[in-house]
């Protein structure tokens, strides 16, 4: 695969710790397809991230390779884009290490998603759960990133990132690039189904909040009926109907259609009408991803030999910045 030196670098990740979530498809993926038209583009999944919570190794294991079906199902072409797993790039880790010793305690401890995981996992408060965004930075910063397509739950995360890269060139001279977040302006955060007041998330327990990519249509559709909304009848967008607002947003997202547009479209309509449409548009929008998922993921020795060769370019992009890294440290 030729990779064009010129283009500006994106570069995003996404744990393997169960099938995607139509928030991760709508906040992160769609991006990802779109944008590797006109960047030089590098997606990997983050197992290594998800060693932060106990996970059977099986299942790991399996859903590593899972994951890459979903991605290629989801349109990233291997033609296009890296492809690779965490843990098959060393250098991620080795980064990692450096600038855990560049990140203060403090600022850790300020992470929101840090504690929002350290109360549903009181059990296992893991200092790996503590240093997660010091893995995130070098993920990014490792590539000399210069923009990270995520939802609205990572950009905290790329903040810390943006401020260990400062410190380090501010120390070191010209080291890393800054990356920027690509955030969609709507969709950046799919809410619950069950709960529009808390975040769509592909390890919720609640499956009736929950759309994975996988659904069949019939539970999409039923899920959407079942949506919690207020009582009121209009379906307009405002920050104090969460419910309705998050399903104008899923239906914006996906129909390429402005709130607005959407908002028209349904003026003479209730409730009802637009939540099967917009579970229809839904289902709809997924089933070709369902088909090509269940097609690749028979293929397991082609996925992981995608990953491999990922893997081998990826780290020789890596190496580059690490060993300036270690030169600039006298870490021999
Ligand atoms: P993860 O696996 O939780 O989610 C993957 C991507 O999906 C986005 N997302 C959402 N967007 C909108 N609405 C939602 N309900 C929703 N749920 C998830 C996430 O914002 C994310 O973009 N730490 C990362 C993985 C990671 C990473 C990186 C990302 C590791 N290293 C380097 C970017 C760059 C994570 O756990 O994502």
């Not at 991760?24 to 006109?38: P, R, S, V």
């Not at 739950?153 to 690509?182: C, M, S, V, W």
Request: proline share 4%.
């Amino acid at each position: 695969m030729m990779i064009s030196d010129k283009k500006k670098t994106i570069m995003s990740g996404i744990q393997p710790t169960g099938v995607f979530s139509l928030g991760n498809y709508i906040g992160a993926i769609k991006n990802w397809k779109k944008l590797q038209e006109d960047y030089k583009c590098l997606y990997f999944i983050a197992n290594l991230h998800s060693l932060t919570v106990r996970m059977d190794p099986e299942k790991l294991k399996k859903l590593t390779l899972d994951c890459v079906a979903m991605l290629l199902a989801c349109g990233v072409d291997v033609e296009k884009s890296l492809v690779f797993i965490q843990s098959q790039v060393p250098e991620h880790s080795q980064l990692s290490w450096v600038l855990q010793c560049y990140t203060q305690f403090g600022e850790l401890s300020r992470m929101t998603q840090f504690k929002d995981k350290s109360l549903k996992n009181s059990d296992n408060i893991n200092a790996g759960l503590f240093g997660y965004p010091v893995l995130m930075a070098a993920d990014i910063l490792i590539y000399q990133s210069d923009f990270v397509p995520i939802g609205a739950d990572q950009k905290q995360h790329l903040e810390i990132t943006r401020d260990i890269a400062n410190r380090f060139n501010n120390l070191y001279g010209q080291t890393f690039k800054l990356p920027q977040p690509y955030v969609s302006e709507l969709g950046d955060r799919v809410m619950s189904l069950a709960d529009p007041t808390s975040k769509m998330s592909k390890s919720d327990k609640n499956k009736n909040g929950f759309i994975s990519i996988l659904d069949p249509p019939d539970d999409i559709i039923n899920k959407f009926k079942k949506a919690v909304t207020d009582s009121e009848a209009r379906i307009y967008y405002s920050p104090d109907k969460p419910g309705i607002s998050n399903l104008l947003a899923i239906y914006s997202a996906l129909s390429d259609l402005g709130v607005e547009e959407v908002e028209r479209k349904f003026e003479s309509k209730g409730y009802g009408d637009f939540k099967v449409a917009v579970g229809e548009l839904v289902a709809k929008t997924l089933a070709p991803i369902q088909d090509q998922y269940y097609h690749l993921v028979k293929d397991r020795g082609e996925l992981a030999r995608i990953c491999e060769k990922g893997a081998e370019v990826a780290s020789e992009m890596a190496r580059k910045t690490l060993r300036s890294v270690y030169e600039k440290l006298g870490i021999l």
